[in-house]
């Protein structure tokens, strides 16, 4: 009786730290320094809760989700997980909530969490991802659309899909679904080597096309800028003075084939 009003006491004040902890965090300013999480402590993160089910450790997953646990250890998050009869919820748990009644019932569905339909067990950690995800263009994950895990691996490898797999790196994982910026192109634009985020930033932005920047110095930052006596402005060794004054350097009428062209050198169509 008092083991099992201790355990409700217990889930009670999980569940109000769930709920309060972000009011609190933001109210004392911690949001800020808690969004790195690097500098995130265990103290700080409140591990999401299934009514009536406990923490019961990774190596219980093992039974079941033999091949997940298995390579698990290649996995970013495999750094969450710590040793310790304390630290039961450090590991699969951290993300899929306790759990017990999953195990004990062998897999019953409703019984554990899926961030794959809710995203709010990455936000715990990641409060500046779901800052992003808040802006006014953004990858479509709040209306459901698009999942972390589409382009995130939790479970193993590189944390970023299609990361390390060629020079491309990063980039590799955006063609998946913008297959039409793959090219191939007659004339490349070299920035593409880079990978997209050069030019894009992958959650949010507040630029429309999820640009970084919105106007010319987004070119410009490879794109060298001669000014000349006279107030000419050479850029790529051709005057730009006039043009500039038009619009973005894409979107101007002038080289709007920015990731290749089939047509023109110059990326125009
Ligand atoms: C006794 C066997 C068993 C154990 C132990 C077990 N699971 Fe499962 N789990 C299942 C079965 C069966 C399913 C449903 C089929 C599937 O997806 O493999 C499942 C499904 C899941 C799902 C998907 C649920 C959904 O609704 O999409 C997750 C997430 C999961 N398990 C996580 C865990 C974690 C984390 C642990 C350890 C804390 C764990 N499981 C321990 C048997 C088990
Ligand atoms: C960083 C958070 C995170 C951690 C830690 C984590 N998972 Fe997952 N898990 C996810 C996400 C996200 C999905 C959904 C993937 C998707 O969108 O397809 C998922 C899905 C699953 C599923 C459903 C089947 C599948 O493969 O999609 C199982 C089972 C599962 N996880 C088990 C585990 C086990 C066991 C561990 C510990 C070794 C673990 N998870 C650790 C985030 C995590
Ligand atoms: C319990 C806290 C916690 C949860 C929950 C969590 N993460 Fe993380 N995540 C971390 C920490 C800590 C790191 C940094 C690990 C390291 O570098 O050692 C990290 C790293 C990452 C990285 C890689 C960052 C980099 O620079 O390589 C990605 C991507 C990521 N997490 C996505 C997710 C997604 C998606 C989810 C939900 C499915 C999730 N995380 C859930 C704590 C968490
Ligand atoms: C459209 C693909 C995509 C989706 C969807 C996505 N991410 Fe990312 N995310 C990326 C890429 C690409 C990077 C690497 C950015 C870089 O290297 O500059 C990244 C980086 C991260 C990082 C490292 C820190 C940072 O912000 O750079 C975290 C943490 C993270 N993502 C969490 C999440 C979470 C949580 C979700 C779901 C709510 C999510 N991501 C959804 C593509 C995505
Ligand atoms: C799993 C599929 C998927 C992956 C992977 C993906 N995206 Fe997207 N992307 C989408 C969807 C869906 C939209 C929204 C399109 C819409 O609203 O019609 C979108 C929208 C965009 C847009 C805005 C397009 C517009 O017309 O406003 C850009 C830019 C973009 N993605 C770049 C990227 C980059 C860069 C990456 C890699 C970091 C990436 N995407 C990875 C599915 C994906
Ligand atoms: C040199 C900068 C740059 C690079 C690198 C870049 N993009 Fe873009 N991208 C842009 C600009 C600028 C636009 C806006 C074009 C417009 O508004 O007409 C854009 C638009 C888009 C769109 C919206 C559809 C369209 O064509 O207008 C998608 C999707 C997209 N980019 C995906 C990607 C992907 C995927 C990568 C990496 C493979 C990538 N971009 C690399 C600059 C870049
Ligand atoms: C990451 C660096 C980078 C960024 C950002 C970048 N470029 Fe480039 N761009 C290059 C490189 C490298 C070349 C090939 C060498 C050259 O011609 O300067 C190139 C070539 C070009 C060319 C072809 C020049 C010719 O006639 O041969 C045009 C046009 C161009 N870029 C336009 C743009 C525009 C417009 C933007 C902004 C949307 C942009 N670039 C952003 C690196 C970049």
């Given at each position: 009786m008092q083991r099992q009003f201790e355990r409700v006491r217990q889930q009670l004040f999980r569940q109000l730290l769930w709920v309060v902890a972000p009011a609190i965090l933001a109210a004392l300013g911690l949001a800020v320094t808690a969004v790195s999480c690097t500098t995130v402590t265990r103290a700080l993160v409140v591990p999401p809760t299934i009514p009536g089910a406990t923490f019961i450790g990774s190596a219980a997953c093992a039974d079941c989700h033999e091949e997940i646990v298995r390579d698990f250890h290649t996995a970013v998050h495999a750094n969450l997980q710590a040793r310790g009869v304390n630290a039961l919820e450090v590991g699969c748990e951290s993300c899929h909530g306790p759990g017990s009644l999953h195990s004990e019932s062998g897999g019953?569905?409703?019984?554990i969490l899926n961030?794959?339909?809710?995203?709010l067990t990455c936000y715990q950690c990641h409060l500046t991802t779901r800052a992003a995800f808040n802006l006014?263009?953004?990858?479509p994950v709040p209306e459901g659309r698009l999942t972390c895990g589409d382009c995130h691996d939790?479970?193993?490898?590189?944390?970023?899909?299609?990361?390390?797999?060629?020079?491309l790196s990063g980039s590799e994982g955006c063609y998946e679904c913008h297959t039409a910026q793959r090219g191939p192109y007659v004339?490349?634009?070299?920035?593409?080597r880079e990978g997209c985020t050069v030019c894009h930033v992958p959650h949010g932005s507040v630029n429309a096309k999820l640009l970084t920047q919105r106007n010319a110095s987004l070119c410009l930052k490879c794109h060298l800028v001669e000014r000349q006596p006279g107030g000419r402005v050479l850029i790529g060794g051709f005057d730009h003075s006039l043009l500039l004054a038009q619009g973005a350097c894409w979107s101007a009428g002038c080289h709007e084939a920015v990731h290749g062209s089939q047509v023109n050198s110059s990326l125009r169509y």
């Open positions: 019953e569905p409703g019984t961030p794959k339909q809710d995203p006014p263009y953004h990858h939790p479970h193993r490898g590189p944390a970023v899909k299609g990361a390390g797999t060629s020079l004339f490349e634009h070299e920035a593409m």
